[in-house]
């Protein structure tokens, strides 16, 4: 007994999945549909958010869950999801191609609302300053992280980035997103110079082969720099400034543009434009981290604020 065609989803890890259920498990077609179906409904909301499927945590698989009940999704639907979800994360573990189940210590349908957790600003700004070598990957680690910062872009997106996307005329970024769209994002004064020191003398060209490649980023042979590429680097400059690597990746520097835009002001279409969301609701999400910033720093600032 094969798997239905009209079941087969892209992603293979999925396909061997389903295969099980049908094969191994003797699930229905109907069964197995459902299964498929919840599934990719999560990874099309991981391709909206920007996560990573072989990084997930726990508060990734909370925000999704988050995003189901502002949704207006019943409890039970959840539940159901979060079982779907389950299942698949320890078929991965077993199979050996998922180390940690992020689901482990969820309840479906009974978690509160769990936020991104942004860097604060003066850790962001303490990091990005920190980055003041004169050799090659110095140049190439702090424009690669003024980046992050800068246009929220998705670590995918920048390690994407050809040096034809880069328009210094205009001041502009080409990023081809989720679904192959495009969009125009902004270089900032700080990222511009950050990238053009990169690409002047000293910088860029000294890598092996740099004539040879269209890549912006590349790597200490040459190659395209990659999405571990990217976390090695994160990893090694947080350590560098007593930062948590727990507490950073790429993706914490996406929330955190969103975070700090919105905390000062900036309009919340202009942010969704900027990180290429599809739907207001996932950007929202930033709104409620600011407020719940507000509050904090309201708590812990003004003098009646605890009677």
Not at 49 to 56: H, I, T, W
Not at 271 to 295: C, D, M, N, P
Request: aromatic share 6%; charged share 25%; with cysteine.
């Amino acid at each position: 007994m094969s798997l239905d065609r009209s079941l087969t989803p892209t992603d293979p890890r999925v396909g061997e999945y389903l295969e099980w259920l049908t094969i191994e498990k003797g699930r229905s077609l109907a069964t197995v549909g459902a299964y498929r179906r919840d599934i990719e409904a999560f990874l099309a909301w991981l391709d909206e958010d920007g996560a990573d499927l072989d990084e997930l945590t726990e508060g990734d698989i909370e925000r999704y869950l988050t995003s189901l009940r502002e949704s207006s999704r019943a409890t039970s639907t959840i539940a159901r999801l979060l079982s779907s979800l389950r299942g698949w994360f320890g078929f991965m573990i077993d199979e050996g191609q998922m180390a940690n189940d992020p689901t482990a210590r969820l309840r479906g349908g009974q978690r509160g609302r769990t936020l991104p957790k942004p860097l604060a600003e003066d850790s962001m700004t303490k990091l990005l300053d920190s980055i003041t070598g004169e050799d090659v990957v110095a140049k190439r680690d702090r424009a690669l992280l003024e980046l992050l910062y800068g246009t929220g872009a998705r670590v995918s997106e920048a390690v994407g980035i050809n040096l034809q996307d880069l328009d210094f005329d205009e001041d502009l970024i080409m990023v081809l997103g989720k679904g192959s769209k495009q969009r125009l994002v902004p270089m900032g004064a700080t990222l511009r110079t950050a990238l053009a020191t990169y690409l002047d003398v000293g910088g860029r060209g000294e890598f092996p082969g740099a004539r040879r490649s269209s890549s912006l980023f590349l790597n200490t042979r040459g190659g395209r720099l990659s999405r571990q590429g990217v976390d090695l680097v994160i990893a090694k400059r947080a350590l560098e400034v007593g930062i948590d690597r727990s507490t950073i990746s790429a993706h914490v520097f996406r929330h955190s543009c969103a975070t700090h835009m919105l905390a000062h002001g900036a309009d919340i279409r202009v942010v969704q434009e900027l990180l290429g969301h599809a739907s207001i609701s996932t950007t929202q999400l930033y709104t409620a981290v600011s407020v719940t910033s507000l509050k904090r720093e309201y708590l812990s600032a003004h003098p009646r604020a605890h009677g």
